[in-house]
Structure formats: C-alpha cells, structure tokens
C-alpha cells in the first residue's frame, strides 16, 4: 500500500473550478515526420521499415513547435537549451492565460503555482519565476517546480494541488505542465560505427508530441466560480523492481538516448488494479463504473488496463481521442485528456459521473487521482450530486465522528427543539384573545 496521502473522507473536497489546453501551431502527419528524421539521421532501409511500422501504429497527426524545415535537425547544448526554453514558456503563458480566463476569479487571488515538465535542461531561473513575472501573479504567490516525472507529472501535480486546497480552503492553485519532446526528434545519437540509433529512440521519434495544460484548484467555491469535477482521493506508488525499465539520459555530444523496455506497458497493467482498488476502497462502486482517464502512453499503455478490467474503449474515450489527434505529450496529456473528457459532449444518460485518472513515468512510478463530475443547471453553483456515492461518503464521514461530537450534536437539536416551543408559547401568550359578538338571535 502507498503511504497515506490524504483522508479518506476529507472534510474540505478540493475543487476543480477551470481546466485548459493548448498546442503549438504546426501539426504534422506522420509520414512527414519519418521521412524528415530519416533524412537527417541517415536511417537504411531496416530503420526506416521499422520506422514505418512504429509511426502507423501510433496516431496519424501531431502538434510540434518545429517549423517544417527544423524537423530533425541537429541542435548544440545552447539552441537546444534556448529551443526548450522560448517554447515552453510560450507554450505555459498560452494555456495559463486560457485557465485563468475559464475560471473567472481576480489574478491576485491566485495563491500557488505548481509548474512541472519532463523537457528539462540545466536553466535558471526557473520556468515558475517567468511565469508569475509574465503573467502578472502577485510576486508572493508560493511555487512549486518540477521535472523529470515523465508521463505522470500532470496527475502528480493534480494531487498535490489539491492537497494543498484541502489544508487551506482560501488557497486557489494554478497548476501548468509543459511539455517540448518533439526535441527528441532532433537529438537522437548519430549513427556512428560504434552506435546505431536504438529502436528506442525511433519508438520515442514515433510517440511524442509537444502540449501544455492546466487547472485551477480551490475548495469551497466562490459565487462566480463554475467548478467542473470534485477530488476525492490521490495516490502515488513505485512499482518494485522497475527502475531500469525506463531511462532518458543527456550524452556528451548533446544528444540524448532514450530507452523504454518492451515488457514496460506490462507491468504497469499488472499494477492498476492495486492503485484503482486503494483509490475506490469504502465506495459503493466498482472499477468498472467509472469513466476512465488513463495517460495516452501508446497503445499498449490504454488497451492493457482496459483488457484487464473488462472496460469497453468507450469508458475511456477521451484517451483514446487525444492520442489520434496529439500522441503522447508526456505529463501535459494527463490534463489535456481529462480537460477533453470534462468538456466533450456526452449524452446525459451515458455519462458517468466518477472518474478514475491513471498515468505511470519513469520509476516506474503510477498516479492516480479519484474525481466525481459536477454537473451544474445554473451555472454557478456546485451542489452535491444526488448520486449513490455522494450519499455514501457523507455517510461514511459521519461515521467516523467520534462519539462526543454525536452527542453534542444530539445536544444541540434537542435544545432548539425546546427553544423553538417555548417561542412558540410565548407567542400565543402573547395574542389579544378574539372579540366575540353575540349573534341578534342571543340578543
């Protein structure tokens, strides 16, 4: 069992009451993309058959911060650096910019930012100062960066943002991951008689994409906040045994290799139950009620825990869209997929109102988060959905209340009721007795 991370029944339920995302301007078949990293890495005919077969097989267009004639070009330490830098920035401003707008609260109300992204180099300041200079966030809003989470980062900080809402209800959280591994494409290790580019590397060529997204977290809502989905529960775990089942490592020559073993997506299947079984634990549901929102790893990564739990694709729609139209974007499409499924348009009947959100990174390390869906008419105001798990948890929060906090409420009502009575009394008491006229006939 992972470590206990938050109650089981919290009081405060974190919010989230704005979601975004964002991608840059050029998207790119796929076939381009091949051809582009094959020319400029020189593939023969086996890599570029390979190559082939792995870039059908993933989604058909990406969005990459490239213009077409950098596609696969070989970058130095410092255009990579500055490559990473100028796009990611642009890439956190926009989808910042789209996450405040949705939620519609004062800028200077912003408490926290949590910034995170895997596309990381050596440079400070950090990406979070830019930020809250950008922006015009008040210069002591608290931050949190961080890296090198891979494809959980979004979930990760999903987590710890609502955390934070739930120790402190006046808290609103600006959450932003960014992601720039297009860059992969141009830093692939050069084919060299001592190296030939790794299938891996073609595989990481084929998958990743370039994306941001964003949330705001807060609990207890304000009148012109419009949350969109209730937390109530997070998780974190280390699969055991699995640290060299990913690795992404800077050479000297400023490329970089990345390696992925093939029984990877496997062990992360075999894992999921652990993680969706914690995070439904005391619930009257199963885990093949919610709807799913699982990391867009590839296909291996969606069909895995949906084959294991019985789960038609629909029940995790939304990945499923985004990696046909995005790929992966590493930890930015954990929140790019649930802002699709928050936001798409569903029938009414066939819309599940829990949400079970899963990512696994390097480690290998998995995230999961809990979320119930708020469904709104007025558009204003977050009620408590009349569902069957809404009763079951306000049940169960009442159960674990001590005994003394039972009586004193058992107290305090039999009290009102008597004080209710004697107002009552008083009142009567108090009322002129009615006139009354004899009829002419008693006359």
Sequence with gaps: MAAANNSMYPKVRPLILASSATFPEHSYA???????VADQNNFDQAAYDFGTRVFNNSFQRGNI?????????????????????????????DVCKQSLQDWGGPINEITHLVWATMSAVIDAPSMDTFLVNHLGLASGVRRISISQQGCMSGFRCLNLAAEIAQANPKARVLVCIADVRSGLQNQLPLDTDEHVTSRSSVIACALFRDAASGVVVGAGPRPYEKPKAEWLRGTSHIIKGTLDKVSITDNNDSSISWYNAKDMPKHVTAYTPTVVNELLEGLPITAQDPQYVIHPGGPAILKGPQELLGLPQEQNQAAWDYMKEHGNTSGSSNLAVLHHELTREQDAAARRD?????????????????????????????????????????????QVLPVWAASVAQF???????????????????????SVTASPAVQ
């Design 354 to 398: 829990w949400i079970m959100c899963l990512a696994a990174g390097p480690g290998i390390c998995v995230e999961g988060a809990l979320l119930r869906r708020i469904v709104t008419s007025r558009g204003n105001v977050a009620t408590e959905a009349q569902d069957a798990g809404a009763t079951a948890i306000r049940k169960a929060s009442f």
């Design 30 to 36: 796929q076939q381009d993309v091949l051809d582009a």
């Design 412 to 434: 305090y009502l039999v009290a009102l009721f008597l004080w209710a009575a004697c107002l009552k009394d008083n009142l009567l008491r108090k009322q002129p007795a009615p």
């Design 65 to 93: 911060s490239l213009a077409p004639e950098d596609l696969g070009k070989k970058m130095n330490r410092s255009d990579y650096r500055e490559y990473l830098h100028d796009n990611l920035l642009h890439l956190s401003m």
